[in-house]
């Protein structure tokens, strides 16, 4: 009966807000469409479609949000004024009772909250439609008090969110069969993507995985403190960690005041975003300017402070090598090489015809190169690029769609800190650094230490067969190995030898190949 109230207020909020229009625009079905006025007469959709959308997830609650969320991710999916409206969209919902929140924490930690905190803030700092957070300070194993941040899941929030992501995949089946602007949005797949990150963010334990390894990663870069995880205090539900003091990235005037660098703050920004996408191929993918924090600490002043680390990207080195290589033949205006690079990865069917590829691609970015390179957006070039190639039935994979949100968002916090930002001056030296990594000694080096532990463990064998070989053997026939062996390490000899000469002449090339790489890439 739940399940059935849950459907009709949704059908009624989806009329409500006049989101009918958004699927029956294009549908032919004259008796549907006749039936859908009659239903909603007398109602008056004065403000645009995207506002309506935003307003009407609202309503439906904290899991339709977080679906919001996501959906402004998919830009080369949404048309622009929906995806504008829906990034407006506020993870601020009411805090849920502390009591529920304590008795949840002494589940999750097995323990009476007292046994576990020294004190413990009721009042949450932060709530969130997925969990809230509560100060709080417990002893750490030496016995020192220490000042903790402790993130709660909300009460009921799988069962709450299977409910409604059974609707969602229902009316995602029926959005899709209506028409082909419905198949053409693929909402299956976007309600199939929203699934996978909501039961991620549902594990704080993974959560608190990824806040681990980016510490990891960030640590020797000394521009971003990332807090650390009390693994003691951790399950699925409750996540402490660290209390971290910051201002919020926001809060320009304030950072102004306490005399923070502010353009410096918005290259060290571009800078940590490149460095977690080419060097880690793991990055931060939920950087709005909720999560990002500045210290004005003496020991830290002007780092960045990452925060809920629910979701996280990650790159191959296939990825990598794609969007920078994209990026390089862009700004050379090499749209052939674009169009082959979109080939080559396989996103565009073989069939492609590399010349009708790249007159689309031309016609979508050189009027780019109309304005200076600081006002190029590489973000928006990025999606530029998805929505051409999905002319050409190109599949764009979910982690490239995820960098290219984050990037957008790099770059709006970027320039609203400082409007001369040039991101592409910033993101350049990565650029360059990565690919000439692709084709030097550095490479071949990092590929022969990862394939020493297979040598490592098949040398030391190598006496015990031999000696096993030859006892077993007959005389004459071991006689014959033997001799047929010191032939055989008299040609590995030389064989070693031409290849240490080899290795030098080709580390020399490399060098050399560097430089000219460096000299024409740029």
């Known amino acids: 009966?739940?399940?059935?109230?849950?459907?009709?207020?949704?059908?009624?909020?989806?009329?409500?807000?006049?989101?009918?229009?958004?699927?029956?625009?294009?549908?032919?079905?004259?008796?549907?469409?006749?039936?859908?006025?009659?239903?909603?007469?007398?109602?008056?959709?004065?403000?645009?479609?995207?506002?309506?959308?935003?307003?009407?997830?609202?309503?439906?609650?904290?899991?339709?949000?977080?679906?919001?969320?996501?959906?402004?991710?998919?830009?080369?999916?949404?048309?622009?004024?929906?995806?504008?409206?829906?990034?407006?969209?506020?993870?601020?919902?009411?805090?849920?009772?502390?009591?529920?929140?304590?008795?949840?924490i002494e589940l999750g930690l097995r323990k009476p909250i007292g046994d576990v905190f020294v004190s413990f803030e009721r009042e949450p700092v932060a709530s969130a439609s997925i969990a809230q957070v509560h100060f709080a300070v417990l002893n750490d194993r030496k016995g020192q008090p220490r000042e903790v941040a402790v993130k709660v899941l909300r009460p009921g929030m799988h069962a709450a969110i299977e409910k409604d992501l059974?609707?969602?995949?229902?009316?995602?089946?029926?959005?899709?069969?209506?028409?082909?602007?419905?198949?053409?949005?693929?909402?299956?797949?976007?309600?199939?993507?929203?699934?996978?990150?909501?039961?991620?963010?549902?594990?704080l334990v993974r959560e608190a995985a990824n806040a681990a390894q980016l510490r990891r990663n960030m640590e020797s870069l000394q521009l971003v403190l990332v807090p650390e995880i009390l693994w003691d205090y951790c399950s699925t539900d409750v996540m402490v960690m660290e209390r971290m003091y910051g201002v919020p990235v926001s809060q320009v005037e304030r950072l102004r005041e306490a005399g923070v660098d502010i353009p410096k703050l918005a290259r060290d920004g571009v800078t940590i975003f490149f460095t977690q996408v080419f060097r880690d191929g793991f990055f931060h993918a939920d950087m709005h300017p909720g999560n990002i924090q500045v210290s004005i600490d003496p020991k830290t002043f002007g780092r960045y402070i990452s925060l809920d680390f629910g979701i996280v990207g990650t790159l191959t080195e296939s990825d990598k090598d794609y969007l920078a290589q994209n990026f390089t033949a862009f700004f050379r205006r090499d749209y052939k090489r674009v169009a082959e690079l979109h080939i080559e990865s396989g996103w565009v069917p073989r069939s492609t015809r590399v010349d009708e590829l790249e007159a689309g691609i031309r016609a979508v970015c050189e009027p780019y190169f109309d304005r200076p390179l600081k006002e190029i957006s590489l973000g928006m070039l990025l999606m530029r690029l998805f929505q051409t190639s999905r002319r050409f039935q190109v599949e764009i994979q979910p982690q490239l769609v995820l960098l290219q949100k984050t990037l957008l968002n790099i770059e709006g916090l970027g320039r609203e800190l400082d409007p001369e930002l040039d991101l592409w001056a910033t993101a350049k030296p990565f650029l360059e650094q990565w690919m000439l990594g692709q084709v030097g000694p550095q490479k071949l080096l990092e590929q022969m230490a990862a394939q020493a532990p297979h040598y490592a463990k098949l040398l030391p064998e190598l006496p015990a067969l031999l000696h096993s070989y030859l006892r077993n053997a007959q005389n004459d026939a071991g006689q014959r190995a033997m001799e047929q062996l010191v032939i055989e390490q008299q040609r590995t000899n030389r064989l070693l030898q031409g290849l240490t000469y080899a290795l030098i002449g080709f580390a020399l090339g490399m060098v050399v190949m560097q430089f000219v790489i460096r000299v024409r890439l740029f």
């Open 1 to 104: 009966m739940s399940r059935l109230y849950r459907g009709f207020f949704i059908a009624w909020v989806v009329f409500r807000y006049g989101l009918d229009e958004l699927v029956l625009s294009s549908f032919d079905n004259r008796w549907l469409q006749r039936l859908t006025r009659v239903l909603t007469v007398g109602r008056t959709l004065t403000a645009p479609r995207g506002q309506r959308l935003r307003q009407a997830l609202e309503r439906l609650g904290p899991i339709f949000v977080k679906f919001g969320q996501v959906l402004s991710t998919r830009r080369d999916l949404l048309p622009t004024d929906i995806a504008d409206e829906l990034a407006k969209l506020q993870d601020q919902v009411p805090p849920f009772d502390s009591d529920v929140a304590i008795a949840i």
């Open 166 to 203: 059974r609707l969602l995949h229902m009316m995602a089946a029926w959005v899709e069969g209506l028409s082909a602007d419905g198949k053409r949005l693929r909402p299956r797949d976007v309600v199939a993507e929203f699934d996978k990150h909501l039961h991620d963010e549902l594990d």
